[in-house]
Nanobody, 119 residues
Framework: VQLQASGGGLVQAGGSLKLSCAAS?????MAWFRQAPGKEREFVAA????????WYSDLAKGRFSISRDLTKNTGYLQMNRLKPEDSAVYYC????????????????WGQGTQVTVSS
């Protein structure tokens, strides 16, 4: 599965961004992870492709929404009420059948898109 992520950018605190990730195949799940400088990669959210079941980390609950469009084979991460601490490179990934929040269970990764939230 090849992935192409897009939608990152610079936004003020409290603003919104919507990330997109186009997939070339039909995965079990698509997830978003993020990595800030000097920090480990962390799980943000995931969605199962066939069942449309979302999973959220605590940092995403109430602010972020994950979705997918089967007709476009594309996943989305809508991020609202962004905070400066949300600044990171966001990666989409597919896989996750043996652990939907575990980065080690994802075998295809997009190139990452930078999200910067200014205060």
């Amino acid at each position: 599965v090849q992935l192409q992520a897009s939608g990152g950018g610079l936004v003020q605190a409290g603003g919104s961004l919507k990330l997109s990730c186009a997939a070339s195949g039909r995965p079990y799940a698509m997830a978003w992870f993020r990595q800030a400088p000097g920090k480990e990669r962390e799980f943000v959210a995931a969605i199962t492709w066939s069942y449309d079941s979302p999973w959220y980390s605590d940092l995403a609950k109430g602010r972020f929404s994950i979705s997918r469009d089967l007709t476009k084979n594309t996943g989305y991460l809508q991020m609202n009420r962004l905070k400066p601490e949300d600044s990171a490179v966001y990666y989409c990934a597919t896989g996750g059948a043996d652990g939907i929040a575990d980065a080690r269970q994802y075998d295809s990764w997009g190139q990452g898109t930078q999200v910067t939230v200014s205060s």
